[in-house]
Nanobody, 120 residues
Framework: VQLQASGGGLVLAGGSLRLSCAASGNIFRIHEMGWYRQAPGKQRELVAT???????NYADSVKGRFTISRDNAKNTVYLQMLSPKPEDTAVYYC???????????????WGQGTLVTVSS
């Protein structure tokens, strides 16, 4: 499974930005898709996840500001970032817990990361 993220860049605090991540390959099923981020000098952390059925989970730090959504037909996950703050600056990584037609079980896949810089 290949994950291609896009949409990162420079955004002003209080603005908006939308990240996209499309999964491709011999996909049998994608159970969960999500976004993680890693700021300089910090560990990678969860931002938000969405299950195939639509249930979502958010880090407390982004609740009420970020919205994760998913288009199962397109194997694509989105992260709408509203009112971002400078502390949201990080490399954002797309994640999918998925199974291909060649695998007997599911595993985690990661995208290449996209840099989001929030300027005050």
């Amino acid at each position: 499974v290949q994950l291609q993220a896009s949409g990162g860049g420079l955004v002003l605090a209080g603005g908006s930005l939308r990240l996209s991540c499309a999964a491709s390959g011999n996909i049998f099923r994608i159970h969960e898709m999500g976004w993680y981020r890693q700021a300089p000098g910090k560990q990678r952390e969860l931002v938000a996840t969405v299950m195939s059925g639509g249930s979502t989970n958010y880090a407390d730090s982004v609740k009420g500001r970020f919205t994760i959504s998913r288009d199962n037909a397109k194997n694509t996950v989105y992260l709408q970032m509203l009112s971002p703050k400078p502390e949201d600056t990080a490399v954002y990584y797309c994640n999918a817990y998925a199974r291909t037609y060649y695998d007997s079980s599911s595993r985690n896949y990661w995208g290449q990361g996209t840099l989001v810089t929030v300027s005050s």
